[in-house]
């Protein structure tokens, strides 16, 4: 036998539930703009009749079940897609910055262009022309000595805009670093958050919000991987499987300033190119390299220490020496070898090649030029040089393409510039060095060098700057390309993400009226027991009265 | 698909900004006339435009040098005229001269004329071309020749002076003043027998041998000439050549560097209606929820 009063509780109930959802409904409204919000949605479900059989119950077909109950405040997020947009957010994070850093290299070398390398060195080569006509010509020297000037200031000015590039890559990169340290403390600090609330059986909807919106972010960072125990503990993994944050605890990340020397047998320099200062991502406890396979941190390594191989690299380890065509006897230079350990085309490849360029430059040059003779007939003049006292035309200092300027003696006098070389035949004629001012030889075999230089991977001064704009052109297109392919990816993962999490107003409009109709009428219900217990306690047995 | 509010706005504010991209881009073309910027715009473009930027340059270069090719041979074949005319007048004289009727008074009139011509053919001898003594191989920086008495000397020695105009085409430019050449000193001093026989000897001279002589380096003089006239022509061919090139490769760099402004301005104006497009449907998306209905 029910008790009479068991509408009322019932009542009541459908009362408490109308009123949950719409103040959930009102939540969700007032999120709906709110970055990371995923909607909610009560989860109820009818409360069965009680099982025990009473002695006096004729008929279980009597029984009711006892009202509504809201179970949960569920989220509506599906964690498939998370893990897709993740995946898809990390290659966005990588690609975006190759792309932005290739864009950049582009802008630095300025091609095509009325005042890129490749006007500069057409101008160089056109006053060697109009000084091969007039030799003596002190007005046509001068041109010279300004063209030869400009060239190598051009030069310097792109090698040392690529230096400054890669300082600026590893500042990111230690940014980077702090930037992951502190996603690691907030997740670690949520988890504490989350787990704590959680015991007590309740979703801690609004904490999980906050903690995905810091996942995604991380995301794009680096390579994560994240998994949650059944308990509610939440791991995140990075760097082939190292744990950053475990539950409560995060791991940090750190840098270690990389050594000077190419044998260093932790941290050793990569590049021969490398600027000073440069950094290794380490694992604050162990020390070791934290390997990175994504991400912004992953795009920054590679576009910082990308040498485009690994091991013997032409115009990294193993320096072309000046040819035997030029010499006479070909004299060879030996640099350590480099470790070279990143295969990406990054900055470094573009140092190398300009350097590699500029040393084919200084050498050739210097080679041809020596062998000529000036206006008074000396002889072993530099028409390049390092900047340095020391100068040795067969060994500058390196790198090249950061030193290069013209030597001193063109510098100060013009007529310096070995234009007279005596080939077999003037030297059978007996034309001595000192009465052949009109001779233009020596210019005629540098122009050669446009066309030949004798060193095996720069065949010409041309080729070399073609497939060098290239070569970055492929790759800046390349980056571009997949910048916007994995932009495609993550905006779609990301609004198929909004099609299943985003507040809809329409919906919690519709949502409104049902449960404000339900309140209205669990609320009449009420008012109808009401009059029936009235009717019960006020009316029943007054008759004979 | 379920489809919200929120995606709606992201939607559209995505397309506006690809929208604006677009139209940036072509803005971008047409006010630099060059649809490559960049190399990543067209990579194969830009390398191409690259090399044919310096191609270009090039050839520009070797049509300056085939021009002063051209002047220096133009004044070698002036001197050589003026000699070749000298040797001309020389050997009428020397006709002249083989009168018996002649007085010596004639004579000396005829000699004097000789030691005009002698001073012509030293000048010319001596020409230059921008401050260079042509005739002088390298030693371009002081006269071909100095006259002592009675003899002029060459200075000068064998050098030979190449023009390059083109990869690798050089030319030898320059006819020397020495043995290898003009016997420039032995004419001086075949005219200074002559002369001095004409003075000297109350005789008729020995005219056959100095005929035979004059003639002999007016046939000199005459080659050389010659072959200076047929360098000429090879260069003017040569510059002909480069002058065709030069409106070639302008024409292809034109190609693959510089924008279609037509086409371009197609593009533009279907970008600009794409936009328009796109803000008329924002306007449309920004619209009234079921809350403008619930009253």
């Known amino acids: ?545 | 698909m379920r489809v919200t509010n929120g995606m709606l706005i992201t939607n559209m504010m995505r397309n506006y900004r690809r929208n604006l991209n677009r139209i940036e881009d072509y803005q971008n073309q047409l006010a630099s006339g060059k649809s490559i910027r960049r190399p990543s715009d067209d990579p194969s473009g830009a390398s191409k435009a690259l090399k044919l930027r310096s191609d270009l340059s090039m050839n520009e270069q070797y049509i300056k040098n085939t021009d002063n090719a051209l002047s220096w041979l133009n004044i070698t074949e002036t001197a050589l005229r003026d000699i070749g005319d000298s040797l001309q007048r020389a050997r009428e004289l020397t006709v002249q001269a083989a009168n018996e009727t002649l007085t010596p008074e004639n004579r000396a009139e005829i000699a004097n004329e000789i030691e005009q011509i002698q001073q012509h053919i030293f000048q010319v001898s001596n020409s230059t071309y921008a401050g260079r003594h042509i005739f002088a191989g390298f030693r371009t920086e002081a006269p071909a020749f100095s006259q002592g008495t009675g003899a002029i000397v060459f200075e000068g020695n064998a050098g030979e002076i190449a023009f390059e105009v083109g990869v690798g085409n050089r030319i030898a430019v320059n006819v020397t003043g020495g043995s290898s050449g003009v016997d420039i000193v032995g004419l001086y001093a075949t005219l200074e027998d002559l002369k001095n026989d004409l003075r000297n000897s109350v005789m008729v001279p020995n005219v056959d041998s100095y005929l035979t002589s004059i003639d002999t380096f007016s046939r000199q003089a005459l080659a050389h000439r010659s072959a200076v006239g047929a360098k000429s022509n090879r260069f003017e061919m040569i510059r002909a050549r480069l002058l065709d090139s030069e409106v070639n490769f302008t024409d292809l760099l034109s190609k693959t560097q510089d924008a279609d402004i037509a086409e371009v301005v197609m593009n533009l104006k279907e970008a600009e209606a794409v936009y328009n497009a796109s803000l008329a449907t924002g306007a449309r998306i920004i619209m009234p929820t079921l809350v403008d209905f619930l009253r």
């Open chain 1, 1 to 545: 036998m029910r008790s009479a009063f068991y509408g009322l509780e019932i009542a009541r109930k459908g009362l408490r539930a109308a009123q949950v959802n719409l103040e959930l409904s009102a939540h969700n409204i007032a999120n709906a703009n709110t970055e990371g919000f995923t909607r909610q949605q009560a989860i109820q479900r009818a409360i069965p009749p009680t099982m025990a059989v009473s002695l006096f119950e004729t008929t279980a077909a009597t029984r009711i079940g006892g009202g509504v109950d809201i179970q949960e405040i569920r989220q509506i997020r599906d964690g498939f897609l998370d893990l897709q947009f993740r995946r898809e957010n990390r290659g966005l994070g990588e690609w975006e910055v190759k792309k932005n850093t290739l864009s950049y290299i582009e802008a630095i070398f300025n091609e095509p262009s009325d005042s890129g390398i490749s006007t500069a060195i057409n101008e160089f080569f056109n006053s060697l022309q109009a000084l091969s006509m007039n030799p003596e010509d002190a007005t046509t020297r001068a041109a010279v000595q300004q063209r030869t000037l400009a060239l190598t200031e051009t030069i310097r000015d792109v090698y040392i805009k690529l230096e400054g590039l890669q300082s600026e890559l590893n500042q990111n990169i230690i940014f980077k670093v702090q930037d992951i340290n502190s996603y690691a403390t907030r997740i670690a600090a949520l988890n504490e958050q989350i787990f704590n609330f959680e015991v007590t059986g309740r979703k801690a909807n609004d904490l999980r919000d906050e903690r995905n919106l810091l996942l995604d972010g991380l995301s794009k960072l680096v390579d994560v991987n994240i998994f949650e125990d059944s308990l509610g503990r939440l791991r995140v993994d990075m760097g082939g499987g190292r744990m950053l944050v475990s539950h409560t605890e995060s791991f940090r990340l750190d840098v270690v300033r990389r050594s000077d020397s190419l044998t260093h047998p932790q941290y050793p320099k990569n590049n021969h190119v490398d600027v000073g200062g440069l950094v290794d991502v380490i694992w604050q406890s162990s020390g070791e390299i934290v390997r990175i396979s994504g991400g912004e941190l992953k795009g920054l390594i590679d576009m910082r220490d990308g040498i485009g191989g690994t091991g013997t690299l032409p115009g990294e380890d193993q320096f072309s020496g000046v040819p035997t065509e030029l010499s006479g006897s070909g004299i060879s230079r030996f640099l350590a070898a480099a470790p070279n350990k990143n295969d990406s085309y990054g900055v470094p490849y573009y140092m190398r090649m300009w350097n590699h360029f500029a040393d084919t430059l200084m050498i050739t040059f210097n080679a041809v030029h020596r062998q000529g003779y000036n206006l008074a007939g000396a002889t072993d003049i530099n028409l390049f040089s390092d900047g340095t006292a020391t100068f040795d035309y067969s060994n500058p200092r390196q790198p090249v393409a950061r030193f290069i300027t013209i030597s001193d003696e063109v510098r100060n006098d013009w007529n310096n510039i070995a234009t007279i070389f005596l080939d077999d035949t003037d030297i059978a004629a007996g034309i001595a060095p000192d009465e052949a001012r009109g001779n233009n030889k020596n210019i005629l075999r540098m122009l050669d060098l446009r066309h030949n230089t004798f060193i095996e991977d720069i065949p010409n001064i041309e080729t070399f700057t073609k497939g060098l704009i290239s070569t970055l052109g492929v790759a800046s297109r390349q980056a571009a390309d997949m910048n916007h392919n994995q932009e495609t990816l993550t905006e779609e993962m990301s609004r198929r993400r909004e099609s299943i999490s985003s507040v809809s107003i329409d919906e919690e409009m519709s949502a409104m009226v049902r449960f404000q109709h339900a309140y209205n009428a669990s609320a009449r219900m009420l008012t109808a027991i009401d009059e029936m217990l009235d009717v019960l306690v006020n009316r029943v047995g007054i008759v004979g009265r």
